[in-house]
Antibody
Framework: EVQLLESGGGLVKPGGSLRLSCAASGFIFSRYSMNWVRQVPGKGLEWVSSITSSGTDTYYADSVKGRFTISRDNAQNSLFLQVSNLRAEDTAIFYC??????????????WGQGTLVTVSS | EIVLTQSPATVSLSPGDRVTLSCGASQSITSNFLAWYQQKPGLGPRLLIYDASTRATGTPDRFSGWGTGTDFTLTIDGVEPEDFAVYYCQQYGSSPPITFGPGTKVEIK
């Protein structure tokens, strides 16, 4: 059974940083591109970032470019998102999500339960 | 960036009803790379349909997707109690960025 378990969220002050993690199990992690998608509670979904299966290529939404960094450790079946210079508008649930096929031109076939990041002074 | 719109914003139904949800795109979606997701409170979304009309593994056949270019639909033929949720469309033809529609809430009448 595919499982994606996010962690690392919490309350952080504006300008602060966090490192979000996603532990993957139930599939061969190194074969899949992965994504981070966020959702303001009660609102819609916003794609944040993608990374190819090898980690060679990464992609970011304009709203987070230069502040967030996606990475992965295939040996540890883990996905990461370093979020820095946080703003109030970054407050959201962050989901780890698996791409069905590649980092481009792919739907997302499995999602975690999310980790909440709250940016507030 | 392709902008997606969804209608209606909310629809009220009784179990057994048939409903069609719409998703429109600001420009043609390459290869009809359009997906539909279902989200229930407190959970991550669940993939229902991809490539406009292909059911994901485990999607009941009462769900069907259709469309091409800029106009897409998701039909639920005989709504079950477990289908009351929010439904999002997503395009991945011109990605990155992947973009999502604002969602349609399917609620119990």
């Amino acid at each position: 059974e595919v499982q994606l378990l996010e962690s690392g969220g919490g309350l952080v002050k504006p300008g602060g940083s966090l490192r979000l993690s996603c532990a993957a199990s139930g599939f061969i992690f190194s074969r899949y591109s992965m994504n981070w998608v966020r959702q303001v509670p009660g609102k819609g979904l916003e794609w944040v970032s993608s990374i190819t299966s090898s980690g060679t290529d990464t992609y970011y939404a304009d709203s987070v470019k230069g502040r967030f960094t996606i990475s992965r450790d295939n040996a540890q079946n883990s996905l990461f998102l370093q979020v820095s210079n946080l703003r109030a508008e970054d407050t959201a649930i962050f989901y780890c999500a698996r791409a069905l096929r590649g980092a481009k031109g792919s739907p997302i076939d499995f999602w975690g339960q999310g980790t909440l990041v709250t940016v507030s002074s | 960036e392709i902008v997606l719109t969804q209608s209606p914003a909310t629809v009220s139904l009784s179990p057994g009803d048939r409903v069609t949800l719409s998703c429109g795109a600001s420009q043609s979606i390459t290869s009809n790379f359009l997906a539909w997701y279902q989200q229930k409170p407190g959970l991550g979304p669940r993939l229902l349909i991809y490539d406009a009309s292909t059911r994901a593994t485990g999607t009941p056949d009462r769900f069907s997707g259709w469309g091409t270019g800029t106009d897409f639909t998701l039909t639920i033929d005989g709504v079950e109690p477990e289908d009351f949720a929010v439904y999002y469309c997503q395009q991945y033809g011109s990605s990155p960025p992947i973009t999502f529609g604002p969602g349609t809430k399917v609620e119990i009448k």
